[in-house]
Protein backbone atom coordinates (compact mmCIF):
# COMPACT_ATOMS: atom_id res chain seq x y z
CA UNK A 1 0.00 0.00 0.00
CA UNK A 2 1.38 3.15 -1.15
CA UNK A 3 0.44 6.68 0.35
CA UNK A 4 -2.82 7.69 0.72
CA UNK A 5 -3.40 11.29 -1.00
CA UNK A 6 -6.32 13.71 0.43
CA UNK A 7 -8.18 16.15 -1.53
CA UNK A 8 -10.61 18.30 0.50
CA UNK A 9 -14.27 19.03 -0.71
CA UNK A 10 -14.71 22.89 -0.97
CA UNK A 11 -17.67 23.22 -2.94
CA UNK A 12 -21.14 21.66 -3.25
CA UNK A 13 -20.22 21.22 -7.52
CA UNK A 14 -17.32 18.30 -6.40
CA UNK A 15 -17.46 16.24 -8.86
CA UNK A 16 -17.89 13.14 -6.45
CA UNK A 17 -20.50 13.91 -4.66
CA UNK A 18 -23.23 12.44 -6.33
CA UNK A 19 -21.04 9.19 -6.20
CA UNK A 20 -20.80 9.82 -2.63
CA UNK A 21 -24.37 10.25 -1.76
CA UNK A 22 -24.90 6.91 -3.55
CA UNK A 23 -22.08 5.38 -1.26
CA UNK A 24 -23.66 6.87 2.16
CA UNK A 25 -26.79 5.53 1.26
CA UNK A 26 -25.65 1.79 0.70
CA UNK A 27 -27.08 -0.09 3.86
CA UNK A 28 -23.85 -1.26 5.23
CA UNK A 29 -22.79 2.32 5.58
CA UNK A 30 -25.81 3.81 6.54
CA UNK A 31 -26.37 1.60 9.68
CA UNK A 32 -23.50 3.34 11.25
CA UNK A 33 -23.43 6.60 9.25
CA UNK A 34 -26.41 8.61 7.98
CA UNK A 35 -26.38 12.16 6.52
CA UNK A 36 -28.85 14.47 6.00
CA UNK A 37 -29.71 15.87 1.99
CA UNK A 38 -28.23 19.74 3.42
CA UNK A 39 -24.92 17.36 4.52
CA UNK A 40 -22.56 18.57 1.25
CA UNK A 41 -23.61 22.43 1.54
CA UNK A 42 -22.73 21.91 5.68
CA UNK A 43 -18.88 20.66 5.25
CA UNK A 44 -18.95 23.00 2.25
CA UNK A 45 -19.71 26.20 3.99
CA UNK A 46 -19.01 25.71 8.02
CA UNK A 47 -16.25 27.38 9.68
CA UNK A 48 -13.75 24.72 11.08
CA UNK A 49 -15.71 22.21 9.06
CA UNK A 50 -13.00 19.96 6.48
CA UNK A 51 -14.35 17.12 4.42
CA UNK A 52 -11.56 15.26 2.72
CA UNK A 53 -11.85 12.52 -0.20
CA UNK A 54 -9.18 9.75 0.13
CA UNK A 55 -7.20 8.41 -2.65
CA UNK A 56 -5.06 5.36 -2.81
CA UNK A 57 -3.17 5.29 -6.32
CA UNK A 58 -5.72 7.38 -8.10
CA UNK A 59 -9.06 5.30 -6.53
CA UNK A 60 -11.25 6.94 -4.23
CA UNK A 61 -11.53 4.71 -1.27
CA UNK A 62 -13.32 6.58 1.19
CA UNK A 63 -13.75 9.89 2.93
CA UNK A 64 -13.02 11.94 6.28
CA UNK A 65 -15.08 14.89 7.87
CA UNK A 66 -13.23 16.61 10.99
CA UNK A 67 -14.11 19.16 12.82
CA UNK A 68 -12.29 21.37 14.89
CA UNK A 69 -13.26 23.12 18.03
CA UNK A 70 -10.48 25.34 19.69
CA UNK A 71 -8.14 21.90 20.61
CA UNK A 72 -10.99 19.29 20.13
CA UNK A 73 -10.81 17.45 16.58
CA UNK A 74 -14.73 16.07 16.02
CA UNK A 75 -13.49 12.96 13.52
CA UNK A 76 -15.78 10.60 11.64
CA UNK A 77 -13.44 8.54 8.63
CA UNK A 78 -15.21 5.93 6.23
CA UNK A 79 -13.47 3.61 3.87
CA UNK A 80 -15.87 2.47 1.57
CA UNK A 81 -17.40 -1.10 1.67
CA UNK A 82 -14.76 -2.75 -0.91
CA UNK A 83 -11.61 -1.05 0.68
CA UNK A 84 -12.04 -2.30 3.93
CA UNK A 85 -9.99 -4.54 6.16
CA UNK A 86 -6.99 -3.79 4.07
CA UNK A 87 -5.58 -1.02 6.35
CA UNK A 88 -6.44 2.43 4.79
CA UNK A 89 -8.50 3.21 7.99
CA UNK A 90 -5.27 2.63 10.11
CA UNK A 91 -2.80 4.59 8.04
CA UNK A 92 -5.56 7.51 8.23
CA UNK A 93 -5.83 7.58 11.75
CA UNK A 94 -2.20 8.04 11.91
CA UNK A 95 -1.97 10.29 9.30
CA UNK A 96 -4.35 12.74 11.14
CA UNK A 97 -3.14 11.72 14.76
CA UNK A 98 0.54 13.30 13.22
CA UNK A 99 -1.40 16.17 12.01
CA UNK A 100 -1.17 16.16 8.78
CA UNK A 101 -3.75 18.59 8.09
CA UNK A 102 -2.07 21.16 10.62
CA UNK A 103 -5.12 21.73 12.72
CA UNK A 104 -3.27 21.86 16.19
CA UNK A 105 -5.10 19.49 17.91
CA UNK A 106 -4.79 18.09 21.47
CA UNK A 107 -7.17 16.07 21.38
CA UNK A 108 -9.67 13.82 19.04
CA UNK A 109 -13.06 12.53 19.99
CA UNK A 110 -15.24 9.94 17.83
CA UNK A 111 -18.48 8.25 18.52
CA UNK A 112 -18.79 4.66 17.22
CA UNK A 113 -22.23 2.80 17.11
CA UNK A 114 -21.68 0.25 20.08
CA UNK A 115 -22.58 -2.72 17.24
CA UNK A 116 -19.41 -1.43 15.01
CA UNK A 117 -17.20 -4.29 16.83
CA UNK A 118 -14.79 -3.66 14.17
CA UNK A 119 -14.79 0.38 14.47
CA UNK A 120 -14.15 -0.10 18.33
CA UNK A 121 -11.25 -1.85 18.16
CA UNK A 122 -9.53 -0.19 15.44
CA UNK A 123 -9.80 3.18 17.54
CA UNK A 124 -8.40 1.30 20.54
CA UNK A 125 -5.39 -0.25 18.51
CA UNK A 126 -4.98 3.29 17.41
CA UNK A 127 -4.59 4.82 21.40
CA UNK A 128 -8.18 5.95 21.68
CA UNK A 129 -9.70 5.25 24.96
CA UNK A 130 -13.79 5.19 25.82
CA UNK A 131 -14.54 7.59 28.13
CA UNK A 132 -18.39 7.14 27.50
CA UNK A 133 -21.80 5.88 26.24
CA UNK A 134 -24.94 8.01 24.95
CA UNK A 135 -27.86 5.99 24.20
CA UNK A 136 -26.00 3.30 21.01
CA UNK A 137 -22.84 5.65 20.63
CA UNK A 138 -19.74 4.57 22.39
CA UNK A 139 -17.26 7.93 23.03
CA UNK A 140 -13.49 7.36 22.61
CA UNK A 141 -10.85 9.82 22.75
CA UNK A 142 -7.19 10.76 21.47
CA UNK A 143 -4.94 12.85 23.60
CA UNK A 144 -2.06 14.02 21.19
CA UNK A 145 1.20 12.67 23.49
CA UNK A 146 3.12 16.11 25.12
CA UNK A 147 6.90 16.03 24.78
CA UNK A 148 8.37 15.47 27.56
CA UNK A 149 11.02 18.63 28.09
CA UNK A 150 13.67 17.17 29.99
CA UNK A 151 13.85 13.89 27.36
CA UNK A 152 13.92 16.77 25.14
CA UNK A 153 16.24 18.38 26.72
CA UNK A 154 18.79 15.31 26.44
CA UNK A 155 18.37 14.58 23.04
CA UNK A 156 19.05 18.16 22.00
CA UNK A 157 21.46 19.42 24.37
CA UNK A 158 21.82 23.63 23.77
CA UNK A 159 25.00 24.58 22.55
CA UNK A 160 26.41 27.44 24.47
Given at each position: ????????????????????????????????????????????????????????????????????????????????????????????????????????????????????????????NAGFSF??????????????????????????????
Amino acid sequence: MDGLTYTRIVSEDDCDIRALSRIFQIPSVSQFISISDNYFHYVTNTENVYFYKIYENKRLIGTIHLEKYDDLLYMSILIFPEFQKMGFASKVIKDIQNDIFRLNYKRIEISVDERNVASRKLFENAGFSFVSKEDELMIFVYEKQKTDKRISQQNNPRQI
